[in-house]
Antibody
Framework: EVQLLESGGGLVQPGGSLRLSCTASGFTFSSSAMSWVRQASARQASGKGLEWVSGISGSGGSTYYADSVRGRFTISRDNTKNTLHLELNSLTADDTAVYYC?????????????WGQGTLVTVSS | EIVLTQSPGTLSLSPGERATLSCRAS???????LAWYQQKPGQAPRLLIYGISRRATGIPDRFSGSGSETEFTLTISRLEPEDSAVYYC?????????FGGGTKVEIK
């Protein structure tokens, strides 16, 4: 059974940093591209739309970012530990959201076939 | 950058009726890389359709996808009460892998 477990969310001040992690199991991690997708809401997911944030190929050699986070966020993966990371820097209130870890159905890029349950990031003073 | 526009914003229908959801792309989508997801309140999204028209594992056949190039449709042939949700389209053929704004389906 595929499982994706996010961690690292929490309350952070504007301008601060946070590191999200996603531990994967139940599939060959290095064979799948992975993504982070967020959903803005301070209280409840599905209150706003989905926003693709960043993606990474199965090897980690190719990374992609939304314009809204490029230069501030860094995606990475450790295939020896089946873990995906997202480093969030220079955070603003607009980054407040539930962040979902997402498994893609291909080494390079694919549709999302499995989603984690999400971790909430709240940027507030 | 491809922008996806979904319509209508909200659809209110009765059980047994047919729902037609639209997703329009600002540019042609490559390799048929268009998917649809369903999201219920408090839950993560769930894959319904990929490759424009391929149903994901376990998805009932009342859900179907169609379209090409820039115009795509998700059809729910006979609405069930459990189909009440927000539906999103996504293109994954180029970066950024944009989502549409979503269509909320309400069951009367």
């Amino acid at each position: 059974e595929v499982q994706l477990l996010e961690s690292g969310g929490g309350l952070v001040q504007p301008g601060g940093s946070l590191r999200l992690s996603c531990t994967a199991s139940g599939f060959t991690f290095s064979s799948s591209a992975m993504s982070w997708v967020r959903q803005a809401s301070a209280r409840q997911a599905s209150g706003k739309g989905l926003e693709w944030v960043s993606g990474i190929s199965g090897s980690g050699g190719s990374t992609y970012y939304a314009d809204s986070v490029r230069g501030r966020f860094t995606i990475s993966r450790d295939n020896t530990k089946n873990t995906l990371h997202l480093e969030l820097n220079s955070l603003t209130a607009d980054d407040t959201a539930v962040y979902y870890c997402a498994k893609e159905d291909d080494f390079w890029s694919g549709h999302v076939d499995y989603w984690g349950q999400g971790t909430l990031v709240t940027v507030s003073s | 950058e491809i922008v996806l526009t979904q319509s209508p914003g909200t659809l209110s229908l009765s059980p047994g009726e047919r729902a037609t959801l639209s997703c329009r792309a600002s540019q042609s989508i490559t390799y048929s890389f268009l998917a649809w997801y369903q999201q219920k309140p408090g839950q993560a999204p769930r894959l319904l359709i990929y490759g424009i028209s391929r149903r994901a594992t376990g998805i009932p056949d009342r859900f179907s996808g169609s379209g090409s190039e820039t115009e795509f449709t998700l059809t729910i042939s006979r609405l069930e009460p459990e189909d009440s949700a927000v539906y999103y389209c996504q293109q994954y053929g180029s970066s950024p892998r944009a989502f549409g704004g979503g269509t909320k389906v309400e069951i009367k």
